[in-house]
């Protein structure tokens, strides 16, 4: 009896194994219990709308509990994706359409037209050809000095606008000058002013007088405001090629015949041995006076000569330009004459006794120039023999002779005229003394440069 109730239980097991997989196969693959969470089989069944339940026999699409996208049939209110079609209000893109209203960007009328180009619009202007106009003002060119140029007219012009051929114009105002960037006639043109030259594409002044040591010199004719006495200063700056200087001759800057001279730089070497000669810079200034010895007249000469070697560290002498001054005075009793280099005191003459002054001599004052007449053959004769011409090698910026002195060291500056200025040469492309005493000169070979002391 038990032996049959064991066999009754083991045959109601298998029956029921038997039962659970026959109701499995019955069971749709999609709603089969693969393990996952039945809230993803959930959402299948929200499919309710879906009739496709005949995907069903679609059984290779196990993978169809991925159809969980068929939730995006949901998505078939992707449809709404139809309100990509509100990129239809792309269509709102043309609104680029207004960008039609850039057409009233687009300048019309001729007003529209005229402000457009920067001009503007005069509405009760007859002249048609004038209703649009612009002032343009002139501005200095970069690297020009305003003191060195001259507007060919105002320093402001105006331009009319042509509305049709779309050019600006300027009537009536035709320029014949060089000094322009395009080199044709245009607004704001202008030239180099008196006494400056064009010159590396600006203006820049002349002056400085060049002399070319063979020919170059300046004559001034004789004026007693010309014979000094008692107080004085001859002074210039100049600038020699110190390569080039002449040896053991004179290099007059000025000169008044016998009477008093300023020399420029010199070369002269002493020494006999060729390998103990030393070559020496020289400068002297100089004048000759009367006086009465032993119920005679004679004359003597008053000389102050500076020489500095070529190897003088302490030189006062520069490569390039020099202030040079020769001063007499009278103080205690004593005459002095000073010579002058760059402010240093270079050399100094004294002698004691009489206020000596330098002989009155008719002749021209010369500049850069000397003749040294020689001697005569007859007494009262024209005629001479020995002649012999010394000129001036280098550039002279300003000469000035002045009734005032120097009697101390000083810092040389621009020279300028002053109430004690007898006469004043600034070579500014000419041999005119600006000074009140208009004491010109005539010059003979002479040019003119920008290379300035200052």
């Not at 792309?90 to 019309?108: E, F, G, H, L």
């Amino acid at each position: 009896m038990k032996l049959f109730k064991v066999f009754s239980l083991v045959c109601l097991f298998f029956f029921f194994i038997g039962c659970e997989e026959s109701a499995q196969r019955l069971v749709p693959d999609d709603e089969k219990d693969d393990g996952s969470s039945e809230v993803i089989d959930d959402s299948d069944s929200v499919d309710t709308d879906s009739t496709d339940t005949t995907d069903t026999s679609d059984t290779s699409d196990t993978s169809d509990t991925s159809d969980t996208s068929d939730t995006s049939d949901t998505t078939d209110t992707s449809d709404t994706s139809d309100t990509s079609d509100t990129s239809d209000t792309s269509d709102t893109s043309d609104t680029s359409d207004t960008s039609d209203t850039s057409d009233t960007d687009t300048p019309v009328t001729d007003k529209e037209k005229c402000v457009a180009a920067g001009g503007t619009w005069d509405e009760f202007e007859e002249d048609e050809l004038k209703k649009c106009y612009k002032i343009v003002n002139c501005e200095i060119p970069e690297g020009e000095n305003a003191d060195y140029i001259v507007w060919r007219s105002d320093q402001s012009y105006t331009e009319y606008y042509d509305v049709e051929d779309g050019q600006w114009t300027n009537f009536g105002q035709n320029y014949n000058t060089e000094y322009n960037d395009s080199g044709e006639p245009k607004i704001c043109q202008y030239v180099c002013a008196a006494n400056t030259v064009r010159e590396d594409n600006e203006c820049k002044p002349l002056c400085s007088a060049v002399f070319n040591g063979s020919s170059s010199k300046i004559e001034v004719a004789d004026n007693d405001l010309l014979a000094l006495n008692h107080f004085w200063t001859i002074e210039a700056w100049v600038k020699q090629d110190f390569s080039n200087l002449t040896t053991d001759d004179e290099a007059p800057i000025v000169r008044k015949g016998d009477g008093y001279y300023l020399s420029g730089f010199y070369k002269s070497t002493q020494g006999y041995n060729p390998l103990q000669q030393k070559t020496y810079y020289n400068m002297e200034g100089s004048f000759e006076y009367t006086y009465t010895s032993y119920g005679r007249e004679r004359t003597d000469n008053f000389t102050a000569t500076a020489q500095y070697e070529n190897t003088n560290t302490e030189s006062p002498i520069n490569d390039g330009w020099n202030h040079v001054a020769l001063s007499y005075y009278i103080n205690s009793g004593t005459a002095h004459l000073r010579l002058y280099i760059n402010g240093k005191l270079a050399k100094e003459t004294t002698k004691q006794t009489n206020d000596y002054a330098p002989n009155s001599v008719s002749e021209a004052l010369t500049i850069g120039y000397y003749l040294d007449k020689g001697i005569q053959i007859a007494p009262g004769g024209s005629s001479t023999i020995g002649d012999e011409e010394y000129f001036f090698n280098g550039k002279i910026d300003q000469l000035k002779i002045k009734e005032n002195y120097y009697e101390n060291e000083f810092t040389p500056s621009k020279l300028s005229k002053d109430a004690g200025t007898i006469a004043f040469y600034d070579f500014s492309n000419n041999t005119e003394d600006s000074s009140v005493n208009a004491l010109h000169g005539i010059g003979t070979n002479v040019t003119y440069s920008t290379d300035c002391a200052f």
